[in-house]
């Protein structure tokens, strides 16, 4: 789900959490959370192959035009794109148990959250901003009613 241009190109950090590469990058992030999390409680996969997932989640600019051509469903075709280039064994592990409801709600609830830390810092900065403000002018007189 791409940011309106029109904010996007004022806060462009944001942007890139909600552009195709984002989109995928959270929902990359939440198999590999979930491989680690079965790793650490069942022992597979193991470290080298959750690092062989997280090396073919990488996408190129061919596999995104893949990817977001408006036909069946996306993360499916991710899901299996990137299974393709593993061995079966791991492949397996990235969605096994999973609905792909668990996967987007758990990859949009990521992006929002990188979002609203943006957002956030930008309020702090501005928030320091204002302070400075009102301290440099703290004796400047005004006109009351």
Do not use: C
Not at 13 to 33: K, M, P, T
């Amino acid at each position: 789900m791409p940011a309106p241009e029109r904010y996007g190109d004022e806060v462009p950090e944001v942007r890139s959490l909600w552009d195709g590469v984002g989109y995928f990058r959270a929902q990359g992030e939440v198999w590999i959370a979930r491989a680690t999390a079965r790793s650490r409680l069942k022992g597979l996969p193991t470290e080298a192959e959750i690092g062989m997932m997280q090396l073919h989640l990488n996408l190129s600019d061919d596999d995104l035009t893949y990817l977001n051509e408006p036909r069946g469903h996306e993360t499916n075709r991710y899901l299996r794109l990137v299974q393709g280039r593993l061995p079966a064994a791991v492949g397996n592990y990235f969605h096994e148990g999973m609905t792909s409801s668990d996967l987007l709600d758990t990859a949009l609830a990521l992006q929002h959250l990188r979002s609203l830390d943006i957002v956030d810092n930008s309020f702090e900065d501005l928030a320091a901003a204002l302070l400075e403000k009102a301290d440099e002018h703290r004796l400047t007189l005004q006109i009351a009613r």
